[in-house]
């Protein structure tokens, strides 16, 4: 049995391609995908495989012994290929946002995951996002849920911290250095999780009619509304109906040519740590061919679709 690990990350769709999983559970796995989720991995599967006060490294045999035993089960259930997709493998995003780094501490949280799976990875699927559009939704994120609107010397902090997805895609293969590591940019797979997962599996998957998004940031005008039910001043946020963006020019400008750096890292193949998903309509199509052109207004901004195209 081939077992997949999508680790996010956060604010790329993962939520609405976990619930395009679920929806065409029975047909995927009637071809041979089993799928574990957060509404499974977060019900007591992985308690324990990160350190916890209070608990020790019994939680964490106990956690591997439980993960193998339902391995074992999905196995002898005729499960072909196994599709693991929870966010929170990589870290969170309070963490992220309370270090102001792309997920610090990655590298020792998936080594954790990797044990406990007991090597038994053959890929890691980590999607990625334009960093300044990454970094403005996990704030309007954070803002929704009681963060303090960032000010300007902050934002700028951010744009500036070296950090970035090839120091993630590193920390990922050093965790795992048997794995294949498939990077897939959220730009391109907003709107076809189908195209996505038969990208990531090689199974054929059927394609929803109309692609959904949940968990979608707040735009500018519904944070104005939390922080007047916060009794905070409602003017620390744009009066605009669009969504928010807290970088200046300048900030925009470092994170979009950090992300340029990326993409031509990943291109460039990696230094031979991962391989990057280019065009998912060409890639692995399986039972199900290509639909069609790319229509506006399925979910995701247009202005990210054209940088993710190489230059």
Same mark, same amino acid.
């Given at each position: 049995?081939?077992?997949?690990?999508?680790?996010?990350?956060?604010?790329?769709?993962?939520?609405?391609?976990?619930?395009?999983?679920?929806?065409?559970?029975?047909?995927? $796995? #009637?071809?041979?995908?089993?799928?574990?989720?957060?509404?499974?991995? +977060?019900?007591?599967?992985?308690?324990?495989?990160?350190?916890?006060?209070?608990?020790?490294?019994?939680? %964490?045999?106990?956690?591997?012994?439980?993960? /193998?035993?339902?391995?074992?089960?999905?196995?002898?259930?005729?499960? =072909?290929?196994?599709?693991?997709?929870? =966010?929170?493998?990589?870290?969170?995003?309070?963490?992220?946002?309370?270090?102001?780094?792309?997920?610090?501490?990655?590298?020792?949280?998936?080594?954790?995951?990797?044990?406990?799976?007991?090597?038994?990875?053959?890929?890691?699927?980590?999607?990625?996002?334009?960093?300044?559009?990454?970094?403005?939704?996990?704030?309007?994120?954070?803002?929704?849920?009681?963060?303090?609107?960032?000010?300007? %010397?902050?934002?700028?902090?951010? %744009?500036?911290?070296?950090?970035?997805? $090839? #120091?993630?895609?590193?920390?990922?293969?050093?965790?795992?250095?048997?794995?294949?590591? =498939?990077?897939?940019?959220? *730009?391109?797979?907003?709107?076809?999780?189908?195209?996505?997962?038969?990208?990531?599996?090689? +199974?054929?998957?059927?394609?929803?009619?109309?692609?959904?998004?949940?968990?979608?940031?707040?735009?500018?005008?519904?944070? $104005?509304?939390?922080?007047? *039910?916060?009794?905070?001043?409602?003017?620390?946020?744009?009066?605009?109906?669009?969504?928010?963006?807290?970088?200046?020019?300048?900030?925009?400008?470092? /994170?979009?040519?950090?992300?340029?750096?990326?993409?031509?890292?990943?291109?460039?193949?990696?230094?031979?740590?991962?391989?990057?998903?280019?065009? /998912?309509?060409?890639?692995?199509?399986?039972?199900?061919?290509? +639909?069609?052109?790319?229509?506006?207004?399925?979910?995701? #901004?247009? *202005? =990210?679709?054209?940088?993710?195209?190489?230059?």
């Amino acid at each position: 049995m081939k077992v997949i690990l999508h680790i996010g990350a956060h604010r790329t769709g993962t939520m609405s391609f976990q619930s395009y999983i679920r929806r065409h559970s029975k047909e995927l $796995r #009637d071809d041979g995908l089993g799928f574990w989720g957060p509404m499974r991995t +977060h019900n007591g599967l992985f308690a324990g495989v990160q350190p916890t006060p209070g608990f020790g490294r019994t939680a %964490a045999r106990r956690a591997r012994g439980r993960i /193998l035993l339902n391995l074992k089960k999905a196995q002898a259930q005729g499960v =072909e290929t196994l599709f693991v997709s929870d =966010e929170n493998m990589m870290g969170s995003v309070r963490m992220n946002l309370r270090k102001s780094r792309l997920y610090p501490d990655i590298g020792e949280r998936l080594a954790r995951y990797i044990w406990a799976f007991d090597q038994r990875i053959d890929k890691i699927v980590l999607s990625v996002r334009a960093l300044d559009h990454f970094w403005a939704s996990s704030l309007a994120h954070g803002v929704g849920q009681r963060h303090a609107v960032p000010d300007a %010397a902050r934002c700028l902090g951010i %744009a500036r911290q070296p950090r970035t997805w $090839r #120091d993630v895609v590193s920390d990922v293969s050093c965790a795992a250095p048997l794995a294949q590591i =498939e990077v897939t940019p959220f *730009e391109m797979s907003a709107d076809r999780p189908d195209l996505m997962l038969m990208a990531a599996t090689g +199974h054929a998957a059927p394609r929803d009619a109309a692609p959904e998004w949940l968990n979608r940031a707040p735009t500018a005008a519904q944070l $104005r509304d939390v922080l007047a *039910e916060r009794g905070e001043d409602i003017d620390a946020v744009p009066d605009t109906d669009r969504r928010w963006n807290p970088f200046d020019t300048n900030a925009r400008a470092a /994170l979009r040519e950090a992300y340029a750096d990326d993409m031509h890292w990943l291109i460039s193949g990696a230094n031979g740590l991962a391989t990057l998903t280019e065009e /998912l309509d060409q890639t692995r199509a399986g039972k199900t061919p290509p +639909h069609g052109p790319y229509k506006r207004g399925l979910g995701h #901004d247009i *202005e =990210e679709r054209r940088m993710a195209q190489p230059g």
